[in-house]
């Protein structure tokens, strides 16, 4: 089905130094990577959560001790009409669902809480869009730092 099973990073002597593997669920959304540092023997978990076809949380691990959290929260009355997910999370860099599927509403709040349960980063994200529904921008604002930066989609 042509998703991404594993990826390997290495140097330019090609000594593997990181390997990743991905787990899919039978929808196709990403559910688990495991990412093992093969310089360090530490192994990262990262596990998936889903609500209503949208990613709804992200928690790290490293060895097994929790490092973050990231949670999301969607617009469910606004799809999501690009075949890669425009939030940076998974699809950026790899179109036609090759990390699973996209996430079916767009964003409209993403956070991180520590393990000592402090939020660490909090954006929110508004959008407008062209007469067929496609995104034209999208601001994203800092909910910490009180700063926004604006990001703007041209299509063929």
Request: hydrophobic share 30%; aromatic share 16%; charged share 25%.
């Amino acid at each position: 089905d042509g998703r991404i099973l594993t990826n390997k990073i290495m140097d330019m002597e090609g000594t593997v130094f990181s390997l990743s593997t991905y787990t899919y669920g039978p929808d196709g959304q990403i559910m688990k990577q495991v990412r093992q540092n093969l310089k360090t023997q530490d192994v990262f978990d990262f596990v998936y959560n889903y609500q209503d076809g949208d990613i709804e949380s992200v928690s790290i691990s490293r060895n097994g001790e929790i490092l973050d959290k990231f949670g999301y929260i969607y617009d469910s009355s606004t799809r999501n009409q690009f075949n890669v997910d425009i939030d940076n999370l998974l699809n950026d860099y790899f179109s036609n669902e090759r990390m699973g599927k996209a996430n079916t509403h767009l964003m409209n709040k993403a956070y991180r809480v520590n393990p000592a349960g402090d939020t660490t980063n909090l954006t929110f994200f508004t959008y407008t869009f062209d007469a067929d529904g496609y995104v034209m921008t999208r601001v994203d604002k800092d909910g910490l730092y009180d700063y926004s930066v604006e990001r703007h989609f041209f299509y063929e």
